[in-house]
């Protein structure tokens, strides 16, 4: 039987409603625990490009300490022999044990240079798992110090997590540096050049996507949100691209972006980005940032 148009008004109705209540539940149902933060620029300092072009990290321990950085001139003469070429974005835990990462052009291992806070280098080797890339761009050590997250280059769908190498009882210079398990994200990423926590389970993190398909721009500010903090059990993240990076220069080309760090004590975020051509000598920089 065909019903009066007032009944089928108000059938339509309540039937856009219970669909609309639908959506909203599953919205609701899927929407990140922690929500994306505006970083807003705040100023920038020159990157030198022999010492300031690769990483940098805050150190709190002991006070007053200056920020690190890393670049082709911090890499020391005895490790370029052996083969340790390269350094990545470094990171220091807050009770002041400060980590580089390195690779090799070739071989089947990474290697974690580790200064203990009363100044003593050690070194640990982790042997490649399978599938598992050479490159070693960064690590970042986790709020309570045990765990330390780093990435491979190229499009991945995960970062790798360690027991914090000198840090964790469970490391030793003398054995190999374990993978402890995995981070496994909701949405691929491309070229990650570093990432620091911001909270236990939150990371902000510098892609050098030079393609923009992923997320609709280039070089982009990642955040993810970490299910639960990272430690010997997978857990997974959801990621959100946050921004562009600032790409200024007097040169035109290809710019990179490479370290992050964020400081706790200031609650800034800074992430260098290198300028394209003659330019990296003149005008690459360290962008500041705050959060609103």
């Known amino acids: 039987m065909r019903m009066p148009a007032r009944q089928r008004c108000h059938a339509v109705l309540a039937g856009l409603v219970t669909l609309a209540t639908a959506a909203a539940l599953s919205v609701a149902a899927t929407a990140p625990a922690a929500a994306a933060d505006t970083w807003n620029e705040v100023g920038s300092d020159r990157a030198d490009p022999l010492t300031e072009s690769q990483g940098l990290a805050s150190v709190e321990v002991p006070a007053g300490s200056p920020n690190r950085y890393t670049g082709i001139g911090t890499v020391p003469f005895d490790l370029t022999v052996r083969g340790w070429n390269h350094v990545g974005d470094p990171d220091a835990s807050y009770n002041g044990y400060y980590v580089e990462p390195y690779q090799a052009d070739s071989g089947s291992a990474k290697m974690f240079r580790v200064q203990a806070p009363g100044g003593a280098w050690s070194e640990y080797v982790h042997a ?78 510098s892609s050098d ?78 962008y500041k940032f705050s959060r609103s």
């Not at 490159?135 to 991945?156: K, L, Q, R």
């Not at 970062?159 to 994200?185: C, R």
């Open 209 to 286: 996507d030079p393609e923009g398909a992923l997320f609709g721009i280039t070089k982009p500010l990642l955040q993810i949100d970490l299910s639960a903090e990272p430690g010997s059990a997978d857990v997974t993240g959801h990621v959100t691209a946050l921004r562009q990076l600032p790409l200024r220069s007097s040169c035109s080309g290809s710019f990179e972006s490479e370290g992050i760090d964020y400081d706790r004590r200031t609650g800034t975020l800074r992430v260098i980005v290198v300028s394209p051509g003659f330019c990296v000598l003149t005008d690459s920089k360290t």
């Open 128 to 205: 490649l798992s399978p599938g598992e890339a050479l490159n070693n761009s960064f690590d970042t050590i986790s709020p309570n110090g045990s765990w330390m997250v780093s990435g491979e280059w190229g499009t991945m769908n995960r970062l790798l997590v360690f027991p914090t190498p000198g840090v964790n009882p469970a490391t030793s210079p003398s054995a190999n540096l374990p993978q402890a398990s995995t981070i496994n994200l909701d949405h691929a990423v491309r070229d990650v050049q570093g990432c620091d926590f911001v909270t236990s389970t939150q990371l902000l993190c």
